[in-house]
């Protein structure tokens, strides 16, 4: 909690001010996360000072709140183009990354619990906090704004793809919130960039990609695989069927579903939430694609 205070603080994310009359106060609250590597191992425990957005207005507090993120088609097109040409992924991590973005917006939030200065003062926020309506957004114009003064292209098809094209090499960055993956054909573009970003950002230069969004990501001189394995064991967890047996194919042939109405036996939401989940695992598993198909269609 103190490292995020300290953050904030170097990062001039707020002024102490008096509240004035008729403006609405945003709460805020600490939220804690673990970390873990995919082979569950804890890397870091993390605290993070949030603002509770939902207590904002529009028209006063924010107004347009919509940020793209990249496709999972665009992450795989890249991972597919690296690995037909021998290209080695980098991953780097924003620290801290909503709290780049300037806001256009007056919003005053109160003091966060364990640093509170003076009682009678509250924060009157320069820069976008997480939780706050609009803070995506702004952090990613800040990012494109930085990109595109780096001489790179935005991807037509994906606003989160940028290309950095020379006379002699092309850099190709995915940018997923404040993930950012970088894969080209020169070692020594990419090593530019990353200073680059460095020098703008406070960045974690992760190294080669190992672990994406529940991927598994493994690059050897054969060429880069993707597993969920991971995923797949929390996911057998979470819904109680650790001691199910395996079987060599996700879906019987002849096997018939049915509807089951409103029959107290089907928890519908953990249904949707089954379903949704197994979705996610066809990214690297296509032939449980016929099946989740199946069991889509009574969502």
């Known amino acids: 909690m103190e490292e995020e205070y300290i953050s904030l603080i170097e990062n001039q994310t707020w002024d102490l001010v008096h509240l004035p009359s008729g403006r609405k106060l945003v709460r805020c609250k600490w939220v804690y996360r673990t970390k873990s590597a995919a082979n569950g191992q804890i890397t870091r425990r993390k605290a993070r000072l949030v603002a509770k957005g ?56 109160e003091q966060p619990h364990g640093f ?23 952090w ?31 850099l190709i960055l995915v940018l997923y919130v404040d993930d950012l993956l970088i894969t080209g054909s020169s070692a020594s573009v990419i090593a530019t960039v990353k200073r680059a970003l460095h020098d703008r950002f406070l960045m974690m230069d992760m190294g080669p990609l190992q672990f994406f969004l529940g991927l598994e990501i493994s690059q050897d001189a054969t060429g880069i695989k993707l597993s969920q394995a991971k995923y797949a064991r929390d996911l057998l967890e979470r819904f109680r069927m650790t001691d199910c047996k395996p079987a060599p194919t996700p879906f019987l042939s002849g096997v018939r579903l049915e509807d089951g109405g ?38």
């Open 54 to 109: 939902f207590q904002q207005v529009h028209g006063i507090d924010y107004d347009e709140t919509f940020a793209p993120v990249a496709k999972m088609d665009s992450i795989r097109l890249t991972l597919a183009i690296a690995a037909a040409q021998r290209w080695e992924v980098h991953q780097m991590d924003v620290k801290n990354a909503f709290l780049h973005g300037d806001l256009s917006e007056e919003i005053y939030m």
């Open 116 to 138: 509170i200065q003076d009682s009678s003062l509250v924060y009157r926020l320069k820069k976008s906090l997480y939780g706050l309506k609009q803070a995506s957004r702004a």
């Open 140 to 170: 990613y114009a800040k990012m494109d704004s930085f990109l595109l003064s780096q001489n790179f292209e935005r991807c037509k098809s994906d606003p989160n793809v940028y290309m950095l094209r020379t006379h002699d090499s092309l």
């Open 262 to 299: 409103d029959t107290p036996l089907v928890d519908s939401t953990l249904y949707r939430q089954l379903v949704g989940s197994l979705l996610y695992l066809t990214h690297s598993r296509p032939d449980l694609s016929y099946a989740v198909g199946a069991v889509s269609r009574y969502m």
